[in-house]
């Protein structure tokens, strides 16, 4: 007799256990829509401390205790002591709202559990994958292009920039250099971007290998585009210095300030010595389908490889994101054949043939829904939405008083500093980090910071096409305030009831505690307060 398994319930997924799973479902998905819709503030403001003692409290070893008790205990624990990234001020990182077709399509495809590397196992989904790489090849301009959906933007920025190198240690009878050979051309491979340009690229440089100094930073104009002269300038004295153009990575969307380098003239450049020109369009490819700013993104087809994040500016659950290139032979350098998954001989589409992973997430599922729900122009609109809300937003502090705005911006970011007259530039530094760790303590409005030119300032990064222009201003009006408080030597009142107030009894001693002063609070400044 076979031991029966230790649970309250039929732990697997199969035809016996699915009423069971609808059911169980069905609670999980009840219970997050009521938590969405009572969310009254992005996070509940709970200190880490607090929160890793509910984590540590769990015991991991315990019998168990059946499906329903156990999600119920993940949903007090996880759900309630989450970021919401839908509320209105949700303004930090670029975590975006998601489509509600795309989330019904990631509980089917979480379900069903397909793995797309081998068309045995994947059947319909390789072909649906496949198809949506054509369409969004179509939308950059790659007739007859190729790719493959990954995790995120790191992993696309990977694969290009291996792409890239595979490319650059390949000798003149097209064989792949080996031995001495590449390792003299490796140790002399150059990358060529902006110190805009995403971390990713110079930990890719890492990863694949590539000397410490092998990733050479390209000058911008005052505003963070990549300046086209000096990256020819560039190319020139690279090729002139004995070394090997890899690849040029120009961004489309910087994380920061959402500046679109000039793609034409980037290309132009790069055709001229015949360097790879790799797109990252993590952020700014959502423009693709913007029924009034595509042309921004005018001159990306002339690109070898490009990098779009679905889980950005699609509107997609994480993860969601795609490696395009514009001749499918350069993609070939990925394939590694294993016997027992797909043999050379094969003949057959195995999407693993294209991928640095091997058993990988249908994550197209949810694009295609979400395309299929909202349609391509539909998720365009939500793009454009998010820009002109930036752009209403940079208008409105052109001349605030306080708030003096760091950098324009093409997409949807607000770079901004509080400064007003009064207040020196190293207190407005000094102001930065601590106005954000009091928002955030508090739960009320979540903002970012980060670093231009040298000096911190905060920053919105606004991907929510149903925020108004009121909802920002008032996340700026609590901005306003804890600069004030911390100026004045108090803290933000905490006078909105936080969501996780009666859901858990231990965290209304935290709401009652998170409006308390932060350990890295400024000292009062006598001249800021008069
Ligand atoms: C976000 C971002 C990335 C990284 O993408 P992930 O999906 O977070 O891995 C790369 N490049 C740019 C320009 C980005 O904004």
């Known amino acids: 007799m076979p031991t029966p398994l230790p649970t309250a319930t039929d732990p697997l997924l199969r035809g016996p256990s699915s009423a069971h799973y609808a059911a169980t479902l069905h609670d999980v998905v009840d219970d997050v829509a009521a938590r969405i819709a009572a969310v009254s503030q992005p996070f509940c403001g709970a200190s880490r401390a607090e929160l890793a003692e509910l984590v540590d409290a769990v015991d991991l070893d315990a019998p168990g205790v059946g499906d329903g008790p156990a999600l119920r205990e993940v949903a007090d624990l996880y759900a309630s002591h989450a970021v919401w990234f839908h509320h209105p001020a949700y303004a930090a990182h670029l975590n975006c709202p998601v489509t509600v077709s795309a989330v019904g399509a990631e509980a089917m495809l979480a379900a069903i559990n397909t793995s797309v590397d081998t068309y045995d196992q994947s059947t319909v989904a390789t072909l649906m994958e496949r198809r949506l790489v054509e369409w969004t090849a179509e939308r950059i ?81 005052a505003t963070g585009r990549m300046d086209p002269d000096a990256l020819a300038a560039a190319l020139v004295a690279t090729v002139r210095r004995g070394d090997v153009v890899m690849a040029v990575v120009a961004t489309a969307g910087t994380t920061d300030r959402g500046r679109i380098d000039p793609l034409d003239q980037i290309a132009d450049a790069c055709d001229a010595v015949g360097a790879w020109l790799h797109v990252d369009a993590a952020y700014g490819g959502g423009l693709l389908v913007s029924p009034t700013r595509r042309h921004l993104l005018r001159g990306i087809e002339r690109a070898r490889s490009v990098t779009v994040d679905f889980h950005k500016t699609f509107f997609q659950p994480v993860s969601s994101s795609a490696i395009v290139v514009r001749e499918p032979a350069d993609l070939v350098r990925t394939a590694w054949h294993a016997d027992y ?157 936080p969501p996780c107030r009666g859901v858990h009894p231990r965290l209304d001693r935290v709401a009652a505690t998170s409006a308390a002063m932060p350990a890295e609070m400024p000292a009062k400044t006598e001249e800021a307060a008069r």
């Not at 291996?162 to 002399?188: M, N, P, S, W, Y």
């Open 341 to 497: 998954l797909n043999p050379a001989a094969d003949g057959e589409i195995n999407q693993v043939d294209r991928s640095l992973q091997t058993t990988r997430r249908f994550d197209a599922l949810k694009l295609w829904a979400t395309l299929r729900a909202v349609g391509a122009d539909g998720v365009g609109c939500m793009v454009d939405a998010v820009c002109d809300l930036a752009a209403a937003v940079h208008a409105d502090l052109a001349d605030d008083p306080e708030l003096r705005l760091v950098a324009p911006t093409d997409l949807s970011t607000v770079l901004f500093r509080y400064e007003p007259d009064g207040v020196t530039p190293e207190q407005a530094d000094a102001l930065v980090p601590q106005v954000r760790r009091v928002l955030f303590d508090s739960g009320r409005a979540l903002v970012a910071k980060t670093v231009i030119d040298g000096r911190p300032c905060l920053k919105l990064t606004l991907l929510n096409p149903d925020v108004t222009l009121d909802e920002v201003r008032a996340v700026l009006d609590l901005v306003r305030d804890a600069a004030h408080g911390l100026l004045a030597g108090e803290a933000l009142a905490a006078d909105a009831a």
């Open 141 to 221: 301009g790659f007739a007859g292009g190729d790719g493959v959906f990954t995790s995120g933007g790191t992993q696309s920025n990977l694969q290009a920039l291996f792409l890239a190198r595979e490319q650059a240690l390949t000798g003149a009878d097209g064989a792949r250099l080996v031995g001495g050979e590449r390792r003299d051309r490796l140790a002399r491979l150059r990358v060529l971007a902006t110190a805009a340009s995403h971390f990713s690229v110079a930990k890719s440089a890492l990863l694949l290998g590539l000397d410490d100094d092998a990733v050479i930073e390209v000058a911008t104009d």
